[in-house]
């Protein structure tokens, strides 16, 4: 089986300081792919970055990385210059390559951006 | 990039009535696509999975009569939520898988049975 587990409901940053979101998970299934996704308070989903299990680099994508430690089982989201734009809620998500298709998300984390 | 487009994005409507939800890639073949329910403050849960011209695969404790889900084509798949009740109040949001298993999400669909 395949979990998520996100343990901060909730977090406060200063306008342009950086935040780390953590994010654990657990899977059996030897190939898999992390995924963080931005929830505004539209609904909508919007994809910000991605790391392969099998990548040898963490990714990053403008002020989004993911600080990636296979062993310790965790994917940390770390955002750069946080700007008030970036309040919204932000899950933690994987797909298994071998056993599984489907996404599993974490429970999210709230970020506030404070001016 | 490759859309998918979910319509309508907010409805209303009377407790025992029926809600269909639209689920659409507009420039890709989606072969499967995932249903997806969300309560206020929680995360995404998977409802189901359609595969085009199949039947849907549903998750544990979800009523498949409740949800009735058809993906017909390889770019529409759609939710119907039968003789709503306040409590099938939720955000929808459906995702479509292409060819080449990549995943995108729709905006979502705000449901509120009254």
């Known amino acids: 089986a395949q979990k998520i587990t996100q343990t901060q409901p909730g977090m406060f940053v200063q306008e342009k300081e950086a935040v780390t979101l953590d994010c654990t998970y657990d899977?059996?299934?030897?190939?898999?792919?992390l995924f963080w996704y931005k929830q505004p308070s539209s609904g909508e989903m919007i994809f910000l970055i991605y790391?392969?299990?099998?990548?040898?680099q963490n990714a990053t994508e403008g002020r989004y990385s993911l600080n990636f430690q296979k062993a310790r089982k965790s994917a940390n989201l770390v955002i750069s210059a946080s700007q008030l734009g970036d309040s919204a809620m932000y899950f933690c998500?994987?797909?298994?390559?071998?056993?599984?298709?489907?996404?599993?998300f974490g429970p999210g984390t709230r970020l506030s951006v404070l001016p | 990039g490759a859309v998918v487009s979910q319509h309508p994005s907010r409805v209303i409507c009377k407790s025992g009535t029926s809600v269909k939800i639209e689920c659409r890639s507009l420039?890709?073949?989606?072969?499967?696509m995932f249903w997806y329910r969300q309560f206020p403050k929680q995360s995404l849960m998977l409802m189901a999975t359609?595969?085009?011209?199949?039947?849907?695969?549903?998750e544990q404790g979800v009523e498949k009569d409740k949800f009735l889900i058809n993906h017909a084509s390889l770019t529409l798949s759609t939710l119907t939520v039968t003789s709503a009740h306040p409590e099938d109040s939720s955000f929808y949001i459906c995702?479509?898988?292409?060819?080449?298993?990549?995943?995108?999400f729709g905006e979502g669909s705000w449901l509120t049975v009254v």
């Open positions: 998500a994987m797909r298994g390559y071998n056993y599984g298709q489907n996404f599993v």
């Open positions: 899977t059996s299934d030897p190939s898999y792919g």
């Open positions: 790391q392969g299990s099998y990548d040898q």
């Open positions: 420039d890709f073949q989606a072969t499967t």
């Open positions: 359609s595969n085009e011209g199949s039947k849907a695969t549903y």
């Open positions: 995702s479509g898988r292409n060819s080449g298993n990549t995943i995108y």
